[in-house]
């Protein structure tokens, strides 16, 4: 018979380690890891779920096809959020070129454009700082990034006069996106309710903008005007009424994700000041004498690159990565069988000391792993985040401008600036303040 | 004698973003597949030297990191 993985400790009759994990699934997690190693099996309910860590075991992962480890089947709960008919509500050929579709709007030329975008934003906002202060830059992150995202998605004219209205509606999407929405994302809670009313209301105005667009014809150069001009490879156009569900979708997988990392990176600069010297000098001799950091300059910024990589080894905002097991799947003489559910985890992966020796210490000129399936922030293999690159140019962008002008000190001892996990979404501990200081 | 340089490509981990056909035309063309991803097919495997920066530009900003070069004798 095969070797069956070991059992996390602590299941209850019933729930099994659903409690735990609702508590707080990465330290669930890294705990799971710690005592079970490669393998480690725990139950959500009924669910019988696999975590597996790892270079080897994720890349066993990401090679598998979908047909045998599904992504569409663990995210149904998403279903109801981005809408039928989109993404993992969509058949899986469909899907496939939805996601391509995605990718589309990401693509080096409308980068390009993103990038002004983003600067401009940026600058907007950290006018009027003054030469110190203090602020929660959890809370300012996430509102600078709500604007740079409606504004590359939508365009300047729907950023200008909706921006607060979509991020609320985006705050009640993610609300109901909890444990307990894997189990049942139908169920009769308030957040449900509240979530379909978010998105329907959503549909409505992004609807009118699509329909003014039609209307009055020209180019834009935002991710909306892709998903206009979009076709599937049979020659049909991608219909109106999915373009709300694509919006969503591109906005839900950046929007939080990216503001977190940003919020993270904004602690370590403070907290981790000893590599900011050489980064300052890195950012000041790309922009010169005043001048626009230019594309090509931020593609390739190596100590920022590495210190924005050293906070996605230690702060992966997504902390799961879900699979399920729809044809028995092997790995090192272990079987887990169909019906289970496979679970990757970036924050754990990132924390295996034999990959990442003395793991909790933070040090961006750690040597790169040899194996590419070690470092996942953004996942890996043909589902990986076609977004990654939009993501770290959105997050470089923010910190040349802000690196440029200021720097950050903590305001509460270092260890209070915590890991915190109120939704699926990994983030910093509010409040979440620190000083600001214009330099020499 | 510079050593010549083999290019290889990841199939299972390629997701056709077509960043390296930006980068080296000459050396990646990205295809579309009814029903599947978009992947990269490599059109000039073993790519002369003058192409040698724009080989390593293609490997160094694709985003899943699928190409890789390989110096052969």
Known sequence: MAARPVEVSGAKPGTGHFEEFLAHPAEFLLRAYRECGELAEFHLGDMRNVLMVGPDAHEAVFRAPDEQLSTADSYQYMVPIFGEGIQYGAPLELERQQVKIQSNALRPEKMRGYAKVIAKEVEDWARGWGDAGEKDFYEELQQLVLRTSTHCLMGAEFRAKLTDEFGALYHDLEAAITPASILDPYGQAEVFARRDRARARLQEIITDEVRARRREGGEHPDMLQVFLDAEYLDGTKLPDEQIPGMVVWIMFAGFHTSSNTASWTIVELARQARFVPAIEREIDSAYGAGQELSFAALREIPELDRFIGEVLRLHPPLVTLMRHVRRDFEYKGCVIPAGDTIVISPYVAHRVPEVFPDPERFDPTRPAPKSVFAGIPFGGGRRKCVGNAFALLQVKSIFCALLSRYRFELVEAPESYRDVMPSLILRPSDPCRLRYRRRA | ?73
Request: hydrophobic share 35%; charged share 35%; proline share 10%.
């Open chain 2, 1 to 73: 004698m510079p050593p010549r340089l083999r290019v290889r490509v990841d199939l299972d981990l390629c997701q056709g973003h077509g960043l390296c056909q930006e980068e080296a035309p000459e050396i990646f063309r990205v295809v579309d597949r009814p029903g599947e991803y978009a992947q990269v097919e490599v059109i000039l495997e073993e790519p002369p030297e003058s192409l040698r920066e724009k080989a390593r530009a293609a490997a160094r900003f694709c985003p899943n990191r699928v190409i890789t070069l390989e110096e052969i004798d």
